[in-house]
């Protein structure tokens, strides 16, 4: 791809959205990013705002008229907005599905109808449930748990069926636990955002379950790797990749991890297991590492340590 194409983020202003930002922009492509800034902030973006390398349009993907206008000056587009978190698609199921799945094919139409180059779409490791075996690969059976990862799934389908009738060149992203800064803390953060601050506030680390189930977690950094060179390689046309570390922890081990670095002092306290949530998981990403050439570079220690000194 030119890194002088125009490249559309949605999402942008987002966790992952902003490091994707950062990244391309180091490359030298032309930004805009779309984000109705309900999760996503400004301060995430200031950087490249203030000095005119991207524009910034506030808006929602569900919008059509805002959406084509967008869409009609990008070369290619990533696809991040959406409501992400599992608890909160059970207490609010229709939002989801007319975020992720109707907000999903309004802009891929208008992206069929303005012959966008490349759709990368990210999607989660979710859509697969509870494995039937590890690593989960590409070809593992969907078994989605929660509105969440139904609603992602469905939007998986979207991206076919417009590559099947339109030729809309895809590829789809199913992201493991990622991590890393600008991750935001509020109800539905992930273990690692919960811990710190939990571990920061001398309170116990709470841990949903009994601690054994397992998670991939990824760092932000080797994501927005991903999603570029899922924009980049002529490859991953058409293509689904998992995008994880390629590691198993266990929640107890991810722990003691963050108590061992902030020496945290509470000890930890066990609450029931959530719905939705997966036992254990982590993820192949041997076809990733084959057709992408993605090759995570940031492994969990190294990860938290940079994360406990820059938050606790």
């Given at each position: ?162 590559l099947e009738q339109y030729g809309l ?144």
């Amino acid at each position: 791809m030119d890194e002088r194409a125009r490249v559309l983020v949605t999402g942008g202003a987002g966790f992952i959205g902003s490091h994707l930002v950062d990244r391309l922009t180091s490359y030298g492509y032309r930004l805009t990013i779309m984000d109705n800034l309900s999760v996503g902030k400004l301060g995430n973006i200031e950087g490249q705002l203030s000095d005119g390398r991207v524009r910034f349009v506030k808006g929602d993907i569900r919008d059509v008229e805002l959406v084509r206008s967008c869409v009609q000056d990008a070369d290619v587009v990533v696809h991040l907005a959406a409501v992400i978190s599992v608890p909160f698609s059970f207490e609010n199921p229709s939002l989801t599905f007319d975020i992720n799945v109707n907000g999903t094919l309004n802009l891929l139409n208008a992206c069929a109808r303005a012959g966008v180059k490349r759709f990368v779409f990210v999607s989660s490791c979710a859509v697969y449930g509870d494995p039937r075996y590890l690593p989960v690969d590409e070809i593992h059976p969907t078994s989605p748990l929660s509105p969440y990862a139904t609603s992602k799934l469905e939007g998986e389908e979207g991206c076919v069926n417009l590559l099947e009738q339109y030729g809309l060149s895809i590829a789809i992203l199913r992201l493991f636990n990622v991590y890393g800064p600008r991750q935001g803390l509020n109800a539905y953060s992930g273990v690692i955002t919960r811990f710190l601050d939990q571990a920061r506030r001398h309170t116990p680390l709470v841990i949903f379950g009994d601690g054994s189930q397992t998670r991939d977690f990824v760092h932000v950094w080797d994501v927005a790797e991903a999603i570029l060179k899922a924009l980049e390689t002529t490859s991953a046309e058409g293509e689904v990749f998992n995008i994880g570390f390629g590691r198993a922890t266990s929640v107890n081990t991810l722990a003691k991890s963050v108590i061992d670095l902030t020496g945290a002092d509470k000890g930890v306290i066990y609450e029931k297991a959530r719905i939705g949530d997966v036992k254990s998981s982590f993820a192949d990403i041997s076809k990733a590492e084959k057709q992408l050439n993605f090759k995570p570079s940031v492994p969990l220690d190294k990860g938290l340590r940079s994360l406990v000194e820059e938050t606790c």
